[in-house]
């Protein structure tokens, strides 16, 4: 994954405007050793910028998934960025993009 990719644009351009949508919500699952790195020197640019394209392009949605109005998004492998004590950095950074 990543912007203007496949998978985004699918997803954005396709899924997110089909006219039979309805009621289904969507929520994205981030792939962090893809996009933010497998060691301890995780790229939190990654994050900043990818949060950032979320804002920018997702999050604003009607048909977004949200919880008391903020949006969700899944992180996929947090327990990893937590065994290398990089999950709170990364929270941090996408918690701050968000707001």
């Known amino acids: 994954w990543g912007p203007n990719r496949l998978e985004d644009l699918n997803t954005k ?5 089909h006219p039979d949508i309805g009621e289904l919500n969507i929520a994205l699952h981030y792939e962090t050793t893809g996009r933010l790195g497998k060691d301890s020197d995780a790229n939190f640019a990654a ?3 990818d949060t950032e394209y979320f804002c920018e392009n997702y999050f604003g ?3 977004y ?4 109005g903020r949006p969700v998004l899944f992180i996929y492998i947090a327990r990893y ?3 290398v004590g990089a999950l709170e950095q990364a929270l941090l950074t996408m918690r701050s993009e968000a707001a």
């Open 81 to 83: 960025l937590n065994h």
């Open 61 to 63: 949605h009607p048909n």
């Open 47 to 49: 994050a900043r910028s």
């Open 13 to 17: 351009d396709v899924i997110m405007e």
């Open 65 to 68: 998934y949200k919880i008391d």
